[in-house]
T-cell receptor, first 112, second 113 residues
Framework: SQQGEEDPQALSIQEGENATMNCSYK?????LQWYRQNSGRGLVHLIL?????REKHSGRLRVTLDTSKKSSSLLITASRAADTASYFC????????????FGKGITLSVRP | DSGVTQTPKHLITATGQRVTLRCSPR?????VYWYQQSLDQGLQFLIQ???????AKGNILERFSAQQFPDLHSELNLSSLELGDSALYFC????????????FGPGTRLTVL
């Protein structure tokens, strides 16, 4: 079963605009991670935010985490056509057996 | 390039057959994870090995098995294949067991006819 549920399922924006993607999860976590996948290829790690962090930045990426609402958002600023990909949130749940549970992903299309 | 390699890139086989997928983790990474990605199930965690020992198990069928060898490479064995096993199989690695980012290989696309 999927722990992370991303929203929206698909997003289409113009180059230069900002893209905001949301993720909700169900159980306590150690950290939450965002990954990108270009069509049919391997996933690329974007950013990791720990449960005691509220916001993190990496280049054009900004991630927030609200553990009380069990939700996270990924903001990509000044989007580029090369940002077109699927984006997944993944949760590393609390507990001894740590494994990543992925959501179904968000398809982002950035129009040139 | 993540540093994780997977072979083969593509595999086409028939129902009832058995295949082996191979993964070499990034240099120095002790953990290897296997995932299955299909259109209907999404990305599903199968199994994790850490330094040769099984560490966590996910939605892995009994027909599937895996192991991690002393040189830390891993193999995923899929037997009695069914049409529904057609999917992308990814291997990922990390330095430790969980709590950190994972580095994904390019995947093996398995087609069962």
């Amino acid at each position: 079963s999927q722990q992370g549920e991303e929203d929206p399922q698909a997003l289409s924006i113009q180059e230069g605009e900002n893209a905001t993607m949301n993720c909700s999860y169900k159980t306590s976590i150690n950290n939450l991670q965002w990954y990108r996948q270009n069509s049919g290829r391997g996933l690329v790690h974007l950013i990791l935010i720990r449960s005691n962090e509220r916001e993190k930045h990496s280049g054009r990426l900004r991630v927030t985490l609200d553990t009380s609402k069990k939700s996270s958002s990924l903001l990509i600023t000044a989007s580029r056509a090369a940002d077109t990909a699927s984006y997944f949130c993944a949760t590393d749940a609390s507990g001894a057996n740590s494994k990543l549970t992925f959501g179904k992903g968000i398809t982002l299309s950035v129009r040139p | 390039d993540s540093g994780v390699t997977q072979t083969p890139k593509h595999l086409i086989t028939a129902t009832g057959q058995r295949v082996t997928l191979r993964c070499s983790p990034r240099s120095g990474d002790l953990s290897v994870y296997w995932y299955q990605q299909s259109l209907d199930q999404g990305l599903q965690f199968l199994i994790q090995y850490y330094n040769g020992e099984e560490r966590a198990k996910g939605n892995i069928l009994e027909r599937f098995s895996a192991q991690q060898f002393p040189d830390l490479h891993s193999e995923l064995n899929l037997s009695s294949l069914e049409l529904g096993d057609s999917a992308l199989y990814f291997c990922a690695s990390s330095p430790q067991s969980g709590r950190s980012e994972q580095f994904f290989g390019p995947g093996t696309r398995l087609t069962v006819l």
